[in-house]
């Protein structure tokens, strides 16, 4: 009798713990968080010290005399310069006159120039960032447009080039393999695999319905296609959004999504043929403020996510989480805390101006982690990571 009440026990505590949001048992290659890493009754820090190897530079900040909103803020480095783009617009997010702005900066980051349009609104379509593409001699900027007035939202996807960073091509539509025109937004920077491979994922219209896509074109402006996966519909939109992805050291392919549900927890899904097929997103015990996010790896191999672990909408603090296997993240690293003096108050108002560090991206150079991000989106921010402090030490 005693064995059977253990039994029943620990069957019990078992569905309790998947009810809440852990791995299932047989889902081995999702992400997992370590038991202690992070304490989110700690509203400020979760726990964690600040790093004086830590630094943060600001990109671009809000002024009477500038526009109010910015954020999609995404970063890369292109024949020795720091380029940096973002969604501008005068108060609100997402308004008819959203325009796309970029600057660059010549001494890894110290300064910057004054910010210039990279793509501007039309009668038709208003512009967001969609980040960028390194590729020998050529820079590709994606620009996402968004048709005024379309119900419910939704955009497609173009490409421009460059050679130098300054003259640009004609802005064109990014193509699926079949010649069609993406209909759907290609979600920031597409993730290169070792064999050339690109791998990303796009908000389909019409809404914004996420699928993972890939392309073996190494230019990633055409020759698209669908991964198979079953997203959730929630209505004008999937449950799944705004993911990024990273790579485990046997190959498999982990995307981690925003979940639009508000379990404030990330969703993974994970592929073991280069993309061409994902599982269904399960919850994992990862807390997320039901905010864009963004993972990859590390020079060495590891596998890093950039987010706000909180238990609600709170958009701080802004933690580095690594992982040697892409699997257990058991190290967690403070960017940016909630405390007075380093979140500072937001200065103008606007429709979702959102107090905290908001979208962040991540890239590598020169030794250095640099992850960008809109602070209370108004002020574009960049705080630097060098790989080879001893925060970042294994």
């Known amino acids: 009798m005693d064995k059977l009440l253990i039994l029943l026990i620990g069957l019990c505590c078992a569905i309790g713990a998947e009810g809440a949001g852990e791995r299932p048992p047989k889902d081995r290659h999702l992400p997992l968080l370590a038991d202690g890493v992070v304490d989110t009754t700690n509203h400020e820090t979760v726990g964690l010290q600040p790093d004086n190897s830590i630094k943060t530079i600001t990109i671009f900040k809000a002024g009477e005399d500038t ?62 960032s969609g980040g960028w593409l390194v590729r ?118 982990v995307m981690l999504f925003r979940d639009q549900k508000s379990s404030f927890r990330k969703l993974a899904s994970v592929s073991k043929d280069r993309g061409e097929h994902w599982s269904k997103s399960v919850m994992t015990n990862i807390p997320d403020a039901r905010t864009k996010q963004c993972a990859g790896n590390l020079p060495d191999g590891r596998s890093f996510m950039i987010g706000c672990p909180a238990n609600d909408k709170r958009r701080w603090p802004l933690v580095l989480h690594l992982s040697q296997d892409g699997i257990v993240f058991d190290k967690a690293i403070l960017l940016r805390s909630g405390l007075p003096g380093d979140l500072l108050p937001r200065r103008y108002e606007g429709r979702y101006k959102t107090l905290g560090y908001n979208y962040p991206k991540a890239m590598t150079y020169q030794g250095n982690l640099y992850v960008s991000y809109s602070t209370n989106k108004e002020d574009v921010e960049c705080t630097v990571i060098p790989l080879q402090s001893k925060t970042m030490q294994p």
């Open 136 to 253: 020998g001699d050529t820079l590709t900027a994606f620009i996402d447009t968004w048709q005024k007035g379309l119900e419910p939202r939704g955009g497609k996807t173009n490409y421009m080039m460059s050679t130098d960073g300054e003259a640009w091509s004609q802005m064109l539509p990014v193509r699926m393999a079949d010649g069609s025109v993406m209909e759907g937004v290609l979600e920031q920077d597409p993730y290169p695999l070792p064999d050339g491979r690109l791998i990303g994922a796009s908000h389909f219209m019409p809404g914004l319905h996420i699928c993972p896509v890939f392309t073996d074109d190494p230019s990633g402006v055409r020759g698209w296609r669908k991964g198979l996966f079953e997203s959730e519909d929630n209505g004008k939109q999937s449950r799944e959004i705004e993911p990024s992805q990273y790579r485990q050291p046997d190959g498999t392919l």
């Open 67 to 128: 526009d109010h909103y910015a954020n999609g803020v995404v970063m890369t480095a292109f024949k020795g310069k720091l380029y940096c783009m973002w969604q501008s617009s005068p108060k609100d997010e997402d308004s008819d006159d959203t325009w796309v702005a970029y600057s660059m900066s010549s001494d890894e980051g110290i300064t910057w120039s004054k910010p210039q349009p990279l793509a501007l609104p039309t009668e038709d379509y208003y512009c967001t």
